[in-house]
């Protein structure tokens, strides 16, 4: 699968994808990030991305043709899903993580500054946002998004079975998860003793499940 990140920062992300499992994902070839920096499309000497508002007011705006340029270049035949990536957007979740999964292809468009020229929206799919605050612009937002879809893509975790026991994966709205310790089974603090609940050391794994399916917890 292939992920576009049109963006005027093309770095902004390096450190992120070249870590832990999305670095494996990308080393096995079973996913691609493919940055693309606006600025390239730019034809004036000083590569302008943006520009004032029309009709006056404070702030600068992504310039439409860059933007449009760039999207034309990545575009191919493949099942390819152009995304723009704003606070204004439809709440990214765990569902629309799963359909783009079953995509060849997402472009993502990160916005910045103040804003973005509302003709870009003729040239998208779906406006995108990663939650009700306000970043500085869409990279981590993409970032998130890749990641959570990455995830999904058979493969791409060592422990599929990780996949199939979360309980997501059985398409709950909100996550049940039940709590899990490791070693040791006691932890000190001070005169404090913090214990691994006795059942989990007990062997019984009818009993463990049992335990597990109570204790589980709604968290939004
Ligand atoms: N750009 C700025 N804020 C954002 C958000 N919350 N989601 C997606 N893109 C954004």
Redesign the pocket.
């Known amino acids: 699968m292939k992920f576009n990140i049109l963006t005027i920062f093309p770095h902004i992300l390096d450190s992120f994808f070249s870590e832990s499992i999305l670095k494996r994902a990308i080393d096995k070839k079973l996913i691609k990030i493919n940055t693309v920096n606006i600025r390239d499309f730019t034809n004036d000497k000083h590569k302008t991305v943006d520009d004032t508002p029309c009709g006056g007011g404070a702030g600068m705006i992504m310039k439409v043709e860059p933007i449009y340029k760039a999207l034309q270049k990545t575009k191919k035949n493949r099942k390819n899903r152009i995304v723009l990536?704003?606070?204004a957007?439809k709440q990214f979740n765990q569902n629309i993580a799963k359909k783009y999964s079953k995509l060849n292809q997402i472009t993502f468009i990160c916005?910045r500054y103040e804003g973005i020229d509302a003709r870009v929206e003729n040239f998208i799919d779906e406006k995108?946002?990663?939650?009700p605050?306000?970043?500085n612009?869409?990279e981590i937002?993409a970032a998130t998004i890749i990641e959570a879809v990455s995830r999904l893509i058979p493969r791409i975790l060592g422990n599929i079975k990780s996949i199939e026991e979360e309980s997501f994966s059985a398409n709950q709205p909100f996550e049940l998860e039940y709590p899990q310790y490791t070693k040791p089974e006691i932890f000190k603090v001070g005169n404090k003793k913090y214990r691994v609940p006795k059942i989990l050391l007990s062997g019984n794994h009818k009993k463990i499940k049992e335990w597990r399916i109570k204790k589980a917890k709604k968290h939004k």
Request: glycine fraction near 34%.
């Open positions: 990536l704003t606070p957007g916005g995108i946002s990663i939650g605050y306000i970043l612009g869409g937002a």
